[in-house]
């Protein structure tokens, strides 16, 4: 560094060569990134050029363009980290010749620049077949934010009902979903016999079929395209005559045709390597099936030009999957910085992905070609589910994996696989259902294993992330950034920080927050034990500090759960979170919503109208909810009272929608109207919800009853799950349909309507005692060591010798039940509290509404500042 | 400085907060079980929504510019739970974030507010 910065800075900058990236994909935005880590801007001028006319975008996601419509969340590229690091992107900027002698590249536009450093990230393109007609305006590709806004715009045109995907693999049926998505009739058409053969055996791929026919869609397998036969004219004539008309016939090779309005071709990609291949005295190398040549370290054959991504070939091999781009990336960018210790050893081509909602997973040899190779297979035609292992011959390694309709064991395979893992003795004990499955533990895993993939991250260097003071999982992944690409190995990641912290010493603890050393369940016993009825008493006694928003609402709920007390009561009242304080759900505009209960959705038209007038009144939104209720949503905290008032008065009750508590009892409609109904679900529904009103838990509960097997109530969705059949009701427990959502178990068959009350009284005693805070029925069951075994022998065996107590306990719960609002509404003290502002009966003047669809909607900020410049005006 | 009058005391259940109107402002006053009293913006930025007022009062151990732990009272937004210091209104979850503070007093049974 000389005494003078501003001529050393002058100086250096004029030493500057300039190194050029083509392409602005996701791997060479990806390089970008890499090289501003290595420090490669400050050593040259970066230059960027992209063909299209927007930065890199996330292509692995670009189907959900088709949900939200919004090319800036599919964006990668943070502009102005591109200007700090003074890297040039120069966007529609195709470049037509590369000059590798005297090292320089050209324009379209006829510009010349040289190079010190070159790197071709130019990707690939999609293939079509060459079948005539395929200029046809009604023919795409799915490729770039481009050819979606294209497929749009036809998919919108009225008399386009019906769409064709060609190419029944991986992006074809991604391309099908999109077509879904906007409404059309869609068709798959696979040249092959099956679909995904790539990574599916011929099974795999048939079930895969059956699985996406049943959701609409119609798969054509072993169709081989002849023709698109164009009927344009016709099609656009049709506005007055003939409604069936299609634009286009395709002609099949075995005479057959199909009718259809638009063709997507997803038939594979082709390496762009069109720069190389139209300038031949370049010299640099290609693949024998194109593609540009790249050793180890990403080099061409011309000194100083790289290749990086789709465009490149390595070991005869082309590699159409983002993490071995981003490996070429790094490696690349390490490479012109003058590390030279990273290579590229070739990539692992396993994957795992939901197709149209259908599990996939595919691991190494997939068909099973490995001389002596055995196979194991386990099918389950009812679920759809398809799972093989490929082993050696000895049955010590796993050489591959396909996994349809359930891909729970892909991780477990994988590192199995990658990582030379001897096999338990009975490989199959792999894939076997309701077995126990010897699952991979981290610690068996070398430490070379990798867990995060997109990033490149090995158990060592979480591990070693870990041992340097990264002791959470959200500093792990800031530091490694595992888990931060598409997030499959996040479970893996949460293991491999639990198992390093163990390791070390940590214990880890299950405490409530920094107030209590207990967990939930520890709470739940002291206070039982005790007979503690207030949280002061119990910080005193068994805690420390002020209390916090975590331990004051647990224990505000334990409490309910034990004595019931009304949860307004003076000393209870600073315990409850907002939603329960003001006994509404708080929305994101600080306004609330109001929740009746109707007790399975039955509800007399004199209630209803009370429900509208009210709704008119207060000028509510008003929706049916998901659970057979009416929601009013908008009413200030200053309305709830008067509100209530009205509802109580027409005898309405609370429905506890603000409550970790029973929520509704969803129902059909049953044998008394229903011509296939087999019991009386209203009559049981009705009987569950007013049993188990007010009950507080660790989590909501929502139940379901449905009258025969049709299950229209969705029972088995539900906390509780109750569906009549000729020998009595089957209950089902701990599904779902939260975030993770789960199935219910069944728990019991045939069974008269007094035994289920009463194991259903037993369970959720049980479940509020032993779960923890937050947690999910679903989640609760599958921690019960023993499973649904253990709480079947508890619950109908009383193994445990306390069922009796259980339901003395849920008994107390239901006799000290009171309708929080008529208790509230009578209590004009309590009424004191619901004022917006304790000095003033003004309102706030921050919630403002407007119009959409006839009802009221908060305004969002930019509609809120509008409405003011028109009222001062 | 300029002294609002209020409420009564017993206006406010200890351990929660209620809101008041000062010149056209939105104000979250807060009394704790020992009967202090705090005042910060009632305006969350986080959420956009006033409604700081109707969080819960918590307590934490921080270590402060002196070194020494400290326990801070703070209040949690009922909206995305963002916790504010309610002595300095500075949010303890994003260091970016502070929210107005004020000097809230007790004249006998009344609460009283100065300088906004």
């Known amino acids: 560094m000389g005494k003078n910065g501003t001529i050393e800075k002058n100086a250096v900058i004029k030493n500057k060569g300039n190194l050029i990236v083509i392409g602005n994909g996701m791997v060479g935005h990806h390089f970008v990134e890499r090289a501003i880590e290595q420090g490669l801007h400050e050593q040259f001028e970066i230059h960027v050029f992209a063909e299209e006319d927007r930065p890199a975008y996330d292509r692995v996601y670009l189907s959900s363009y088709f949900e939200h419509k919004d090319a800036s969340k599919l964006n990668l590229v943070d502009l102005s980290t591109y200007e700090s690091s003074q890297i040039q992107l120069h966007l529609n900027q195709q470049i037509v010749t590369i000059d590798s002698a005297n090292q320089s590249i050209t324009t379209a536009s006829g510009e010349q620049i040289e190079y010190s450093e070159l790197v071709l990230a130019t990707g690939s393109y999609p293939f079509v077949p060459p079948i005539a007609g395929r200029e046809h305006p009604h023919c795409h590709v799915y490729r770039t934010i481009a050819d979606l806004d294209d497929i749009l715009a036809i998919a919108e045109l009225p008399k386009v009902k019906k769409g064709v995907v060609v190419g029944g693999g991986l992006l074809g049926l991604e391309a099908a979903k999109a077509l879904v998505t906007l409404g059309l009739e869609t068709y798959v058409v696979e040249f092959a016999s099956q679909l995904m053969g790539v990574q599916l055996d011929a099974s795999g791929g048939e079930i895969l079929k059956r699985k996406i026919e049943a959701l609409g869609v119609t798969v054509l397998t072993g169709k081989n395209t002849q023709e698109i036969i164009s009927h344009t004219d016709s099609a656009s004539d049709a506005d007055d005559t003939d409604d069936d008309a299609r634009y286009l016939t395709m002609q099949f090779a075995d005479g057959t045709t199909l009718d259809t309005d638009m063709i997507v071709f997803s038939a594979g990609i082709r390496p762009q390597d069109a720069i190389i291949k139209n300038n031949p005295e370049c010299g640099i190398v290609m693949g024998a099936r194109g593609g540009i040549w790249i050793d180890e370290h990403c080099r061409t054959n011309a000194d100083h030009v790289y290749a990086i991504g789709e465009c490149a070939v390595w070991d005869n091999q082309i590699f159409g999957l983002v993490a071995p781009g981003y490996s070429m990336a790094s490696i690349c960018a390490a490479q012109i910085a003058g590390h030279n210790e990273q290579i590229f050893t070739g990539a692992d081509m396993s994957t795992k992905l939901k197709l149209m909602g259908v599990d996939v997973g595919s691991i190494g040899d997939a068909h099973g070609t490995t001389e002596g190779g055995l196979s194991y297979l386990y099918q389950n035609p009812a679920e759809g589910i398809y799972k093989k292992l490929v082993t050696t011959a000895d049955n010590k390694r796993l050489l591959g994996a396909v996994l349809v309709g359930d891909t729970e064991d892909y991780n477990n395979l994988l590192q199995l696989y990658l990582n030379d893992i001897d096999l338990p003795a009975h490989p199959e004990s792999l894939i076997l259902p309701n077995v126990e499955k010897p699952m991979m533990g981290i610690d068996n895993l070398p430490d070379n294993a990798m867990i995060c993939s997109c990033y490149n991250v090995t158990k060592g260097s979480i591990c070693s992330a870990v041992e340097n003071g990264a002791y959470s999982i959200a500093d792990v992944k800031a530091v490694t950034k595992a888990g931060t690409g598409c997030g499959g190995c996040a479970p893996m990641v949460k293991d491999t920080v639990s198992y390093q912290l163990k390791t070390l010493g940590f214990e880890i603890k299950n405490d409530l927050c920094e107030h209590f050393t207990y967990s939930r369940q520890e709470l739940y016993s002291l206070i039982r034990v005790h007979g503690i009825k207030t949280f002061d008493e119990l910080l005193t006694e068994h805690g420390h500090g002020h209390g916090c928003e975590i331990c004051k609402p647990t224990v505000a709920s334990i409490l309910a759960s034990c004595w019931n007390d009304y949860v307004l009561k003076p000393e209870l009242t600073p315990l409850q979170d907002s939603n329960d304080y003001y006994l509404g759900n708080i929305q994101k505009d600080g306004t609330y919503s109001v929740v009746p209960r109707v007790p399975g959705g039955e509800i007399t038209a004199d209630k209803l109208i009370v429900l509208g007038q009210v709704a008119k009144e207060f000028n509510l939104y008003t929706k049916i909810t998901g659970g057979q209720r009416v929601d009013l949503f908008g009413a200030r905290m200053e309305q709830l009272p008067d509100i209530w008032t009205q509802l109580v008065e027409a005898g309405f009750e609370t429905g506890h929608a603000y409550g970790k508590s029973l929520r509704t009892v969803k129902s059909c409609v049953g044998n008394d109207w229903c011509r296939y109904g087999v019991d009386d679900s209203m009559g049981l529904a009705l009987r569950l919800e007013d049993r188990y009103k007010g009950v507080r838990s660790p989590h909501k509960i929502k139940m379901g009853v449905s009258g025969c097997m049709r299950e229209c109530a969705e029972a088995q969705s539900k906390d509780f799950g109750m569906i009549a059949t000729e020998n009595g009701w089957n209950l089902f427990i701990g599904g779902n349909g939260g975030i993770t959502p789960r199935h219910a178990e069944l728990f019991a068959t045939g069974i008269d309507t007094e035994t289920l009350v009463r194991y259903i009284d037993r369970i959720i005693m049980f479940y509020i005692k032993t779960a923890d805070k937050l947690q999910r029925t679903s989640k609760w069951r599958e921690s019960l060591e023993g499973g649904l075994e253990y709480l079947q022998a508890v619950i109908i065996e009383d193994s445990l010798g306390i069922v009796d107590e259980l339901e003395a306990q849920m008994e107390l719960l239901i006799q000290n039940y009171v309708c929080e609002w008529a208790e509230t509404i009578n209590d004009t003290e309590k009424l004191k509290r619901f004022r917006h502002f304790v000095n003033s009966e003004q309102g706030d003047d921050n919630v403002v509404f407007v119009t959409e669809r006839e009802q009221i909607r908060p305004a969002t900020d930019s509609e809120k500042s509008a409405i003011r410049v028109v009222e001062l005006a | ?116």
Not at chain 2, 6 to 21: F, K, Q, S, Y
Not at chain 2, 47 to 72: C, H, P, W, Y
Not at chain 2, 85 to 99: E, F, K
């Open chain 2, 1 to 116: 400085m300029k002294q609002h009058t209020i409420c009564p005391l017993n206006d406010i259940l200890p351990e929660t907060g209620v809101c008041a109107l000062i010149d056209g402002k939105q104000i979250a006053i807060f009394r704790t079980k020992k009967n202090d009293l705090f005042a910060i913006d009632n305006y969350d930025p986080f959420s956009q929504a006033n409604v700081l007022s109707r969080g819960l009062i918590g307590g934490t151990t921080i270590v402060n510019e002196a070194g020494m732990d400290e326990e801070v009272l703070y209040v949690a937004s009922p909206i995305y739970k963002q916790r504010f210091n309610l002595a300095t209104g500075q949010c303890l979850d994003d260091v970016d974030v502070t929210l107005a503070a004020y000097q809230v007093t007790l004249n006998k049974d009344t609460v009283m507010l100065e300088g906004v």
